[in-house]
């Protein structure tokens, strides 16, 4: 008999006339109904994902390069936000310096001053400029002060934006995974090329916006689900499709795809877990246990100027959910 082994991304790994159970658990082996048919579903869908891998190796040589970037540029900012820790300490040697003025004069190298912020710690030593007098001096340490607590504020912002800008990388990397044809990629190349990547991506010219063609799931209760494989889709079904009526899925604080159950009334709590897990299924979480936040649409907004993918929801609940790839596969609309 004819059988395709795959592995669980349904990918085919090899075929056989008989079921192989040496892969291991994360494998199995699917009954075709000929050989014909087993040829071309091997052959075919390799080939394809072949093809994809092939056809996105300048999407992920663009990601992994503006990933490496990035996270080196967070640890420089940390370092240096590191230093500004020496901003209150410059503070309290201003004050100590600015109380003292009539007791120190022009030309002393050092100031050994009672600390009046601790008592109890031994008086501190202060460097002096010895050009400059006590009220330059004091001077000094506060424009050091004054400059540290700027570029804490700044560094602290600089750090979170590159943060943030990982996080959608982290997305982007996501959606490679659930391409599923030229569509997905040729999408996930405007995306990059319309999120300021344009300069990096060479020899690409823009093209019209490509109709997004999200994943589409029935329930058992006979509620239509649909499924975001990328950010251009994930911004579609959630600022251009949903309804307030409608319930929202995403996987809890990591990339995964927006998740739009359509209805009018309140579900089933079967419709609300098979919708949760697929939201769980297409994301980066693995295992058992998935933390799903779910929520009306109409909480759910998309800041102004924010990445591609990127909303915002304060009102919802979490569900957790242990995705059934087979169920899910059958409520897939082909």
Same mark, same amino acid.
């Given at each position: 008999k004819p059988y395709l082994i795959v592995n669980e991304a349904d990918e085919p790994v090899e075929f056989s006339y008989t079921p192989l159970d040496f892969f291991g658990v994360?494998?199995?082996?699917?009954? !075709?109904?000929?050989?014909?048919?087993?040829?071309?579903?091997?052959?075919?869908?390799?080939?394809?994902?072949?093809?994809?891998?092939?056809?996105? %190796?300048?999407?992920?040589?663009?990601?992994?390069?503006?990933?490496?970037?990035?996270?080196?540029?967070?640890?420089?900012?940390?370092?240096?936000?590191?230093?500004?820790?020496?901003?209150?300490? #410059?503070?309290? !040697?201003?004050?100590?310096?600015?109380?003292?003025?009539?007791?120190?004069?022009?030309?002393?190298?050092?100031?050994?001053?009672?600390?009046?912020?601790?008592?109890?710690?031994?008086?501190?030593?202060?460097?002096?400029?010895?050009r400059l007098s006590p009220s330059q001096n004091a001077q000094r340490y506060y424009?050091?002060?004054?400059? /540290?607590?700027?570029?804490?504020? +700044? /560094? %602290?912002?600089?750090? +979170?934006?590159?943060?943030?800008?990982?996080?959608?990388? +982290?997305?982007?990397?996501?959606?490679?995974?659930?391409?599923?044809?030229?569509?997905?990629?040729?999408?996930?190349?405007?995306?990059?090329?319309?999120?300021?990547?344009?300069?990096? !991506?060479?020899? #690409?010219?823009?093209?019209?916006?490509?109709?997004?063609?999200?994943?589409?799931?029935? %329930?058992?209760?006979?509620? %239509?689900?649909?499924?975001?494989?990328?950010?251009t889709q994930n911004d579609y079904i959630t600022t251009k499709l949903a309804e307030k009526t409608d319930w929202w899925f995403h996987v809890k604080n990591l990339p995964g795809s927006h998740v739009l159950m359509q209805c009018k009334e309140e579900p089933s709590e079967v419709d609300f877990t098979e919708a949760a897990q697929i939201a769980a299924y297409y994301s980066k979480a693995e295992g058992n246990n998935i933390a799903v936040d779910y929520t009306n649409a109409k909480h759910v907004k998309k800041p102004a100027g924010s990445k591609p993918g990127y909303v915002i929801y304060h009102v919802n609940w979490t569900a957790y959910v242990t995705p059934d790839e087979k169920r899910i596969k059958e409520m897939q609309v082909k």
């Open positions: 994360n494998y199995k082996s699917v009954e !075709m109904a000929s050989f014909g048919k087993l040829v071309d579903a091997y052959f075919g869908k390799k080939g394809k994902n072949e093809r994809i891998r092939q056809k996105s %190796t300048d999407i992920f040589k663009l990601l992994s390069n503006a990933e490496a970037r990035i996270t080196k540029k967070i640890a420089l900012q940390t370092e240096e936000l590191s230093q500004c820790d020496k901003a209150e300490e #410059y503070r309290i !040697m201003a004050d100590l310096l600015t109380s003292s003025l009539y007791a120190l004069k022009r030309g002393e190298e050092k100031a050994v001053l009672v600390n009046y912020y601790d008592e109890a710690c031994p008086p501190i030593e202060i460097p002096l400029d010895s424009k050091k002060y004054s400059k /540290l607590k700027k570029a804490k504020i +700044e /560094l %602290t912002r600089q750090i +979170e934006l590159a943060k943030k800008e990982l996080e959608y990388i +982290e997305t982007v990397f996501d959606a490679l995974t659930k391409a599923d044809g030229e569509g997905d990629l040729a999408q996930i190349r405007d995306e990059l090329y319309h999120s300021g990547y344009a300069s990096r !991506m060479k020899n #690409y010219n823009a093209v019209k916006s490509l109709s997004p063609k999200p994943l589409k799931f029935i %329930t058992s209760g006979g509620y %239509t689900v649909i499924c975001g494989k990328n950010n």
